[in-house]
Nanobody
Framework: QVQLVESGGGLVQAGGSLRLSCAAS????????MGWFRQAPGKEREFVAA????????AYAGSVKGRFTISRDNAKNTMYLQVNRLKPEDTAVYFC???????????????????WGQGTQVTVSS
């Protein structure tokens, strides 16, 4: 089992930046592929970004590609999401997730992640 705790959210003006962190504890962090999802009020949870176990491969939702960067530091048991050029439509609770399906490099579906953090709020004002 792995436990996940997000941090780094906050209130920021449009065009600003934040760095979200996801600290993991428990089972070996490097055995999981990781992802970020977000959920805005009244909307379904949506995929944001994913990264494979060694950090060498990533994937992004089209709406964030070129503005967000996912990374991980396995020595620190931490995953990051650098969010730049924020827009009001990026306002949501951001969740980190860990998955361990064998032979999967990473995943963009929430159903393929078995462990979730509690979320961190990102609010972008116009």
């Amino acid at each position: 089992q792995v436990q996940l705790v997000e941090s780094g959210g906050g209130l920021v003006q449009a065009g600003g930046s934040l760095r979200l962190s996801c600290a993991a504890s428990g089972r070996t962090f490097s055995s999981y592929y990781m992802g970020w999802f977000r959920q805005a009020p009244g909307k379904e949870r949506e995929f944001v970004a994913a990264i494979n176990r060694n950090g060498g491969d990533t994937a992004y939702a089209g709406s964030v590609k070129g503005r967000f960067t996912i990374s991980r530091d396995n020595a620190k048991n931490t995953m990051y999401l650098q969010v730049n050029r924020l827009k009001p439509e990026d306002t949501a609770v951001y969740f980190c997730a860990a998955g361990d399906i064998p032979y999967r490099a990473y995943a963009d579906r929430a159903s393929e992640y078995g462990h979730w953090g509690q979320g961190t709020q990102v609010t972008v004002s116009s």
